[in-house]
């Protein structure tokens, strides 16, 4: 089983709809959560960064930790055809290094 | 502006012909890595470096050497690379090693 379970997509929905991206992980010992967006041909931006539980609000973005149920969530509101990219999670224990899931391609059409 | 730069971007070379990656960071990071993703695989870590002169390999790290003689520079190397390198590599730095990466925009390398 790996550390972190990432659906791969394609997630295709239209413009103004609110998407949700989701990571399990089975590593309770985690206690930093990313979420990166990745474009073609670029590399991997951070996105959100939330330590423990909670949510974490960022314009059109929230990040969601659920540290009971190992499951992290990135929500995005009213998508934008530019936010069509792979949205990649990650996290660590600090110490360790970091552990990413292998992304969701989101494409969000007009 | 803080970055991490890598060189080349794309590079099309034959079976053990020696070559370097290039990376540099301008923010100062003591933690650098050096990763390769491939489809349906996604990021795996090759090697990493805590500071300067010290190195480590990270879940991939066969086929391949780095070093880390200044705090800005980490080059990755490929002695005698071979077609199961074929992969995009990005280079990353950060101020530790389970803190968020700054990424370069990546080397896609192609090995005939």
């Known amino acids: 089983q790996k550390e972190v379970e990432q659906d791969p997509g394609p997630l295709s929905v239209p413009e103004g709809a609110i998407v949700s991206l989701n990571c399990t992980y089975s590593?309770?010992?985690?206690?930093?959560f990313m979420w990166y967006r990745q474009y073609s041909r670029k590399g991997p931006e951070l996105l959100m960064y939330?330590?423990?539980?909670g949510n974490k609000e960022d314009g059109r973005f929230t990040a969601q930790v659920d540290k009971s149920s190992k499951y992290i969530s990135l929500f995005i509101r009213d998508s934008q055809p530019s936010d069509s990219a792979t949205y990649l999670c990650a996290m660590s224990n600090n110490t360790d290094k970091l552990i990413f899931g292998t992304g969701t391609r989101l494409q969000v059409f007009p | 502006e803080a970055q991490v730069t890598q060189n080349p971007r794309y590079l099309i070379t034959v079976t053990g012909k020696k070559l370097t990656v290039t990376c540099s960071q301008n923010m100062n990071h003591e933690y650098m890595s050096w990763y390769r993703q491939d489809p349906g695989l996604g990021l795996r870590q090759i090697y990493y470096s805590m500071n300067v002169e010290v190195t480590d390999k990270g879940d991939v790290p066969e086929g391949y050497k780095v070093s880390r003689k200044e705090k800005r520079n980490f080059p990755l190397i490929l002695e005698s690379p071979s077609p199961n390198q074929t992969s995009l590599y990005f280079c990353?730095?950060?101020?530790?090693?389970?803190?968020?990466?700054?990424f370069g925009d990546g080397t896609r390398l192609s090995i005939l």
């Open positions: 990353a730095s950060s101020v530790g090693r389970g803190q968020p990466q700054h």
């Open positions: 590593n309770s010992a985690f206690q930093y």
């Open positions: 939330t330590y423990s539980s």
